[in-house]
């Protein structure tokens, strides 16, 4: 499901948890607009909302462009929402693509694979301070 309102995905989740499905997965995008602004809206917000209205329903961020944003706080992101959902979420992590990192103007890492390896020790590693996400 790609770049739905946030009432729709709540929609969605309770339409999912009455009909028997097991999980809803958004992806994280964003698109440069010629005029300049960007489109597309935060999975992590609209889990947030889906998760409040619902009990059982599982969701995931599938999958995160980590290049584009701080490892901790995307960490704290995630932490956040498993908790809030009572261990529901669950967090893909991926480096996503030149194209679209080219299109927000982010540098896109030079060796993909190393850099995953790096980040995912780095995200890993906030268990350590108590920091759980699922």
């Not at 009909?19 to 809803?24: D, K």
């Not at 999975?43 to 599982?58: C, D, G, Q, R, W």
């Not at 498993?82 to 060796?111: D, K, M, Y």
């Amino acid at each position: 499901m790609r770049d739905l309102p946030v009432d729709e995905v709540v929609r969605l989740g309770k339409f999912a948890e009455d009909n028997g499905y097991a999980s809803i997965y958004l992806p994280e995008t964003g698109n440069h607009q010629p005029s300049g602004g960007l489109s597309g809206r935060s999975p992590y917000i609209s889990l947030s909302a889906m998760f409040a209205a619902t009990n059982s329903v599982k969701g995931a961020v599938g999958v995160a462009a980590a290049p584009f944003r701080s490892l901790p706080h995307l960490a704290l992101s995630a932490a956040t929402l498993n908790e809030q959902s009572e261990g529901r979420f669950t967090l893909g992590v991926g480096v996503s693509h030149r194209e679209a990192a080219s299109r927000l103007g982010i540098p896109f890492p030079s060796s993909p694979l190393r850099w995953m390896e790096i980040a995912l020790d780095e995200l890993m590693g906030q268990s350590r301070f108590g920091v759980s996400f699922g």
